[in-house]
């Protein structure tokens, strides 16, 4: 079994920066992809950013410029640091991480709980 464990989150004035983190623990051989997801209400889940294991990134166009991802290999964690938030930012963020498992050495894809970032006008 895999955890993913958030923290972060909370409530910020438009402009303002909030930072996620996400720690990942249990039966990890490696870690290919971390990253966030959203979901905004009465919207689908949508990519935020992930990272691969070589530190390769990719953002969703509306935070380019505004969001920085990067995590600590050795700590298995993922940092989320968020700049000049909107009010369009408002979602629940999700940790995401493929992780191949110690027996088999498959990908296996996990999710966190979710935590709250709520962007006031």
């Known amino acids: 079994q895999v955890q993913l464990v958030e923290s972060g989150g909370g409530l910020v004035q438009a402009g303002g920066s909030l930072g996620l983190s996400c720690a990942v623990s249990?039966?990890?051989?490696?870690?290919?992809?971390m990253g966030w997801y959203r979901q905004a209400p009465g919207k689908q889940r949508e990519l935020v950013a992930v990272i691969t294991s070589g530190r390769s990134t990719n953002y969703v166009d509306s935070v380019k410029g505004r969001f920085t991802l990067s995590r600590d290999n050795a700590e298995n964690t993922v940092y989320l640091q968020m700049n000049a938030l909107k009010p369009e930012d408002t979602a629940v963020y999700y940790c995401?991480?493929?992780?191949?498992?110690?027996?088999?050495?498959?990908?296996?894809?996990?999710w966190g709980q979710g935590t709250q970032v709520t962007v006031s006008s």
């Open positions: 995401y991480a493929v992780v191949r498992d110690t027996r088999y050495n498959l990908p296996h894809q996990w």
């Open positions: 249990g039966m990890i051989f490696r870690i290919d992809v």
